[in-house]
Structures are given as C-alpha cells and as structure tokens.
C-alpha cells in the first residue's frame, strides 16, 4: 500500500467550506514535493511539435492556473480534460497533457485546489489530505465548464469532441462529471475511488449518479488495489448495467492503486500500457478523436 491509498482511508471528511482568496497562482515547476525522489522509470514527454505550457482559466470567481499542450499547427483539435491527483498540476500531469497533445488532442489540466492551498509545496500527506477535503465536488464541476469554456475560446479546441480523463481523486471526479455535462462525449478514470463518506462537499458517490450519466466511461482499475475493493468494483458494475449504460470496467489482476504513476514505485509499466491503449480506442470509438 503506497501513501497515497493509506492517507486517501484516512481522509478528513469537513462539512464546511468558507470563500477564501485564491492561494495557487501559477503552478510549481517539477514534481510535487511530497511524491520525491521520483522513480528512474519516470516518463518524460518533450514538446517538439507541440504548443504547451501554463495558462490561466477564468472561473465563476476568479482565475485558476493550468497547464495546456496541443499541436503546434493544424485545429481545432478534439479536447480531452485532464483531473490531476491529490499531488495537483505537477510535472506527471503536464506529461500526461503532452502525451494527449502527441496524438493530436488539445489536453488541458486545471489547478482544481487552487483556492484551498498549494500542495506541491506539501512535504506531509496529512497536510495535502486536509487541502483535499476542503474541495467540493460542486466547485470541481463548475471549474471543469469553465475550463471547457476556456479552450473554447482559445480557437484550437474543437470541444463538440470533448472527453475527459483523470487518475485517483480525479478518477473519481471523471464519473461525476459524465453525470454533469451532456456535451461530454467520453470519460476515462483511472483507480478512481468509487465508494467514499458522503458529505455536504461530496454528498454523491460515483454508482448513485450512474443512471445521470451522459457519456460512457471506461473505469481503469487494479485488483491490487488497498484503497478500491472487488466488491466496489462488482457493485459499480452493477450500477452500471441496472442503468443500461454503455460503460466498462476493465481490472489488472496484480496492479495496485497508482498503477499508471511512473514517477512512483506503484507504477506497473504492463497495465500502465494497456490501460493508455484502451483509452486512446475508447476516445476514437466514442467521437473524441
């Protein structure tokens, strides 16, 4: 079990949330300090061909930082939303962004704790588990339109292709969102935590909003996994075949949570590697792409 499973069981759950000034104004440079050393099988993607680096996204009260990659010529290009990890908008998600751009998407990662703190400068999970809890679900959906308005605007993004991908606390957020917006065309979430304490911030698990999806989602996950139980799994999948929906849950026997973190030692390079397959094909069968 890896900090990240142990600290996602032991996650504060607060009721309360007050309006505070934005605390994240750009995004730090490198990896989250909490995720170092990182692994030597990390996996860096360079920019030749593409357009990438930060941006910023109006939001409903404010601006948020994020990162963008996306061919350098050509568009508008199908888009895909990227949710990042407890760690934020570090240096895996922006590759992750530049590997999206490679295969011709316009990738963009909002900044979706930038009003609760800065965890890239975050050295103890308990710290970064406290930013996190502070986070509604309502605000996360709200940022994810704005973003999409965003790369909208921008000319290079053709979001009539809109998809979305996330991995752990924003695995999650990818099944929230395909029950919010009904111009999403696919989702993908990887080891996204499926049953949590509900709250007053995150008041609905991922199977009680299944029947509200609007696009299908392919679930990524491990058998491995600490922190996401077989059962959670066989129940989600039940939800979604009570529902009648056209998504799938596809299961690596051996993998644990992380699976597809290459800067991590829970990286597994052979589930990591058709999981990604299995996303690009789910984006191109499902019209983002």
Request: contains cysteine; glycine residues 8%.
């Amino acid at each position: 079990m890896d900090r990240e499973e142990r600290d996602l069981k032991r996650a504060p759950v607060q009721n309360q949330i007050t309006r505070r000034a934005f605390v994240v104004g750009s995004l730090a440079a490198g990896f989250a300090l909490a995720v170092m050393p990182v692994s030597a099988e990390t996996i860096t993607t360079d920019t030749n061909g593409l357009v990438a680096g930060e941006i910023k996204i109006p939001v409903a009260d404010g601006e948020i930082p994020g990162y963008r990659a996306m061919p350098a010529t050509g568009g508008p290009f199908p888009t895909v939303l990227v949710v990042h990890e407890i760690f934020g908008v570090h240096e895996h998600i922006k590759d992750i962004c530049r590997r999206l751009a490679k295969l011709g998407y316009f990738a963009v990662a909002p900044a979706l704790f930038a009003r609760e703190g800065d965890v890239s400068k975050l050295s103890d999970i308990q710290e970064i588990m406290k930013v996190v809890a502070k986070v509604p679900d309502k605000q996360v959906a709200s940022d994810l339109d704005a973003t999409v308005a965003w790369a909208k605007s921008s000319g290079k993004a053709d979001t009539s292709r809109l998809g979305i991908t996330g991995f752990c606390w924003g695995g999650r957020q990818v099944w929230l969102y395909a029950a919010h917006n009904p111009a999403l065309k696919a989702g993908v979430a990887w080891y996204g935590p499926l049953q949590r304490p509900s709250s007053e911030l995150s008041p609905h698990n991922p199977n009680e909003v299944v029947a509200q999806m609007n696009a299908p989602v392919l679930g990524l996950y491990g058998g491995a996994d600490a922190v996401i139980s077989a059962a959670q799994i066989e129940q989600m999948r039940a939800a979604i075949k009570a529902a009648g929906k056209a998504s799938e849950i596809v299961v690596y026997p051996a993998a644990a949570h992380g699976f597809n973190a290459d800067y991590r030692p829970s990286y597994q390079p052979a589930a990591a590697k058709d999981g990604w397959k299995r996303m690009e094909a789910w984006f191109k069968h499902h019209g983002v792409g």
